[in-house]
């Protein structure tokens, strides 16, 4: 097999893998999450590699530098540890999520870590002056907790005590879920990687249209853009909608629909605003009552903070501008992740060969969470008809081989900080 059959078959063996036959479904440690561990395992272990997991359920692979001292950090778990070995050497991480969204496709996160797999079997055993880590996230969808990033908001340390108290649907809690898989309690504060790790690449499909579009295989991601979410409720009142006459309504859901069509409307003169009204819920939600209150939810993104915050305050006047009362409710978000320069910069010329887009990536990703702490690059490959987090999402072999060769020219020309 090529290269890239290899990746498309072990993600084909990993897509196997499922909590619910018949479809592609993996939550947070469940038992396909076992299975997958397994599978990855003997995968790295033929290849030479040190395996182990750490204490968030992160399977985390070494594949040692030319140093053969390396080996003796290879199982360091924790910042401080690492910082007591004489023999820490410089380490690039690599991969992606194992997790997956209900009926899901095969290759959302998990082509980031069998790309990495491959790419260290092409290496024919050829060291690199660092260690190369492949790690496989736990958890970053936020299915099983309606929390994500569980496995890279613990590999940096911002996982917090509180967080391992969340509880999924049958009331068990993060922290028992870890025992439950046979790991040792986390200490939150705590890294779990070693300060000696200089880098991160992460490689993922695009998840969306837009490398279709410009009809280009790769593009190196600038920034993961910023996220605020809120919710609007306007207050109506609720009557009869047989006896009260058109003009002695105060419809709330008719207010809202025309907000709706306002939020549709707006981010046309900006093409990198995104805005959406996704959840709407009207009360008392009967077919013969004028609704009384609806509430609906609003999703703004942009690459610039600064953009993003204008657009929800003009966003929430326009809310205000239909004759009945809102009440607005934050829900939380996020600010805009650059990645690293330096190292896009790099990755821009790795791809060079195949004129890569240089692009916001719309969605989230492990390498939000790494960016602030460890310097992170992320390439996108091609998503055919921008389909993705379905059962009919898919990759090219072309793409997969142009993404390998990129990363193999990238590992060739990195230069490791001591």
């Keep these: 097999m090529t290269p890239a059959d290899q990746v498309l078959s072990l993600c084909a063996r990993i897509a196997a893998l499922t909590d619910i036959p018949g479809t592609i479904t993996r939550t947070f440690l469940s038992p396909a999450t076992r299975a997958v561990h397994s599978l990855l395992t003997a995968e790295m272990q033929s290849l030479g590699m040190t ?99 569980i496995g890279s908001r613990a590999l940096v340390g911002t996982l917090t005590r509180a967080d391992l108290t969340r509880t999924d649907y049958l009331g068990i809690s993060i922290a028992q879920a870890l025992e439950d898989f046979g790991l040792n309690p986390l200490s939150p504060s705590a890294p779990l990687v070693t300060s000696r790790t200089f880098a991160y690449l992460e490689v993922h499909i695009e998840q969306g249209p837009v490398l ?22 306007f207050h109506g009142e609720a009557n009869h909608a047989g006896t009260t006459p058109m003009s002695f309504r105060k419809d709330a859901l008719a207010a809202a629909a025309r907000f709706i069509a306002e939020v549709q409307s707006y981010p046309q003169d900006d093409p990198h605003l995104l805005a959406t009204v996704g959840s709407i819920t009207a009360f008392p939600n009967a077919a013969n009552v004028i609704p009384g209150a609806v509430t609906v939810s609003l999703d703004v993104r942009h690459p610039s903070d600064a953009a993003r915050l204008e657009a929800v305050e003009a966003l929430k006047t326009l809310a205000q501008s239909h004759g009945l009362p809102v009440t607005i409710t934050d829900r939380g978000g996020q600010s805009s992740v650059p990645m690293d320069p330096a190292l896009s910069a790099l990755l821009t010329t790795a791809a060079a060969p195949y004129a890569p887009h240089c692009m916001a990536s719309g969605a989230g990703h492990d390498a939000m ?32 081989q142009t993404a390998l060769a990129t990363c193999l020219r990238f590992l060739n020309t990195l230069h490791p900080t001591p």
């Design 369 to 400: 969470i790494v960016a602030p702490y460890i310097p992170t690059a992320m390439l996108f490959l091609r998503t055919p008809r921008g389909l993705s987090h379905h059962p009919q999402e898919s990759v090219s072999a072309e793409d997969i």
């Design 51 to 149: 395996v182990r997991t750490d204490s968030a359920g992160n399977l985390r692979g070494i594949y040692p530098a030319q140093d053969d001292l390396s080996s003796r950090g290879n199982n360091l778990s924790s910042r401080s540890e690492a910082e007591g070995s004489a023999f820490a050497v410089p380490t690039l991480l690599l991969g992606s999520h194992i997790d997956t969204v209900p009926d899901s496709g095969p290759y959302d996160g998990v082509l980031g870590v069998a790309i990495p797999i491959v790419l260290i079997r092409m290496l024919a055993g050829k060291k690199l002056p660092c260690n190369i880590e492949i790690i496989a996230f736990s958890e970053e969808e936020g299915v099983r907790f309606k929390f994500p990033f």
């Design 212 to 233: 279709e579009s410009l009809a280009l295989p790769l593009g190196v991601v600038t920034s993961i853009i910023g996220q605020s979410r809120l919710s609007l409720t």
